[in-house]
């Protein structure tokens, strides 16, 4: 269970204020935002002077956008590695793009499933390879050993829980006792070598895309009471009509009817205007062919909007990207109003 996977490792309570400041403010204009933000942005802030490197969570079905503008201002220089994590949920083709976009711009991207820890040992590897040049000059200087000290970082909910217990494995221990480490700090121990320490998780004060912020709740980085759900489930569906035709027959049986109004190009924002026109028809058709029903026979569309969320997220309905590469260079338009968490 989350919980107890939580107690493992530090106690996300930032996590857990903005969850619940969020369900006191079910509003598109974020209201919870700036104090939880500035908590988790400070203990960044303060870190990161105290750790040699950092490894960058992001969520392989959205990597465009768990990409944060903010981690990258407080960042600045820091060695870094980045990480698409839970890439068994993403399509492998749009991942390996991804991959081959960041190597162009000189970036290692690695993709790991941290449920099964595919991969995840290589993230280890890179780290150490990322720290080769300091660690050999530690050595000159007759330090025989030396733990490479490692922020993970990332959005709520992209797995740095998972990903730092399946890192450290059973071994996983508070590793407080170490040189430059203050007891207290939430220190875990992959082995001699390198020791992490866990962060809250952080937004940023306002996405500058309404796409964004659809992205982050279907992936479930923001509560869905942010946005509304079945604005949410519509944008999914159709940009799954879109982009992976047939699926939605398969599953929700959807007829030919809505079908042929998906497959449009995504562009210029324009599956912004067809959520309502495509997205939300097709919800409601899922609603009614998978007997999403209230009293008298008309469609619930809040069930049929968890259901659909639900299945995304729990993978059912196969391997889904919701960003691919092409976007980054302006091919999706940004909506001129944002979700602003200011
Ligand atoms: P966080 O610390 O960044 O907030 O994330 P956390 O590790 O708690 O993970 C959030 C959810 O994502 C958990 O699911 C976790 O199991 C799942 N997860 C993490 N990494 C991966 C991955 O690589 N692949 C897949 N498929 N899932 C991953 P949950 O349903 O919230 O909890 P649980 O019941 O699975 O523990």
């Known amino acids: 269970m989350k919980r107890e996977k939580k107690t493992g ?28 933000m500035a908590k988790a942005r400070r203990l960044l802030t303060e870190n990161l002077s105290k750790v040699d490197a950092v490894v960058e969570l992001l969520d392989a079905r959205a990597v465009s956008s768990s990409e944060n503008p903010e981690i990258d201002r407080i960042l600045k220089n820091k060695p870094r590695i980045v990480v ?13 793009a991804f991959v081959e976009e960041y190597k162009s711009r000189g970036i290692r ?15 280890k590897a890179a780290l150490m390879e990322l720290m080769e040049e300091k660690l050999s000059r530690k050595k000159e200087r007759g330090m025989i050993s030396y733990t490479v000290k490692t922020m993970v970082v990332g959005i709520p909910n992209v797995g740095k829980s998972t990903f730092i217990n399946r890192l450290c494995g059973r071994t996983a221990a508070l590793a407080g006792d170490k040189p430059g480490v203050t007891r207290g700090e939430q220190w875990l ?4 070598s390198i020791a992490l320490l866990d962060t809250p998780g ?52 959807l007829d030919e009817e809505v079908l042929i109004r998906g497959g449009e190009e995504e562009q210029d924002g324009v599956i912004l ?13 899922a609603a009614m ?38 976007m980054r260079s302006g091919m999706c338009e940004k909506t001129p109003e944002g979700v602003n968490a200011d």
């Open 9 to 36: 490792r530090a106690a996300d309570s930032a996590d857990r204020d903005q969850n619940q400041d969020q369900n006191r403010n079910p509003s598109a204009n974020i209201q919870w935002f700036p104090g939880h």
């Open 109 to 123: 991207l690695i993709s790991v499933d941290s449920r099964t820890g595919a991969d995840v040992k290589t993230v």
């Open 289 to 326: 062919k998978r007997g999403c029903l209230r009293k008298g026979g008309a469609a619930d569309i809040e069930r049929a909007s968890a259901m659909v969320l639900d299945d995304f997220r729990g993978g059912k309905l196969g391997r889904i990207s919701l960003d691919r590469p092409v």
């Open 84 to 96: 698409a994590n839970k890439s068994d949920l993403a399509d492998p083709a749009v991942t390996s």
């Open 189 to 192: 121990k992959v082995d001699d």
């Open 273 to 285: 205007s067809r959520i309502g026109t495509v997205g939300y028809p097709a919800l409601e058709m």
């Open 202 to 253: 952080l937004l940023w004060p306002k996405f500058e895309d309404r796409r964004t912020g659809y992205c982050l709740a279907c992936v479930g980085s923001i509560k869905d009471d942010i946005l509304d759900r079945a604005e949410i489930a519509s944008f999914l569906l159709l940009y799954i009509l879109d982009n992976y035709p047939g699926v939605l027959a398969d599953k929700y049986s």
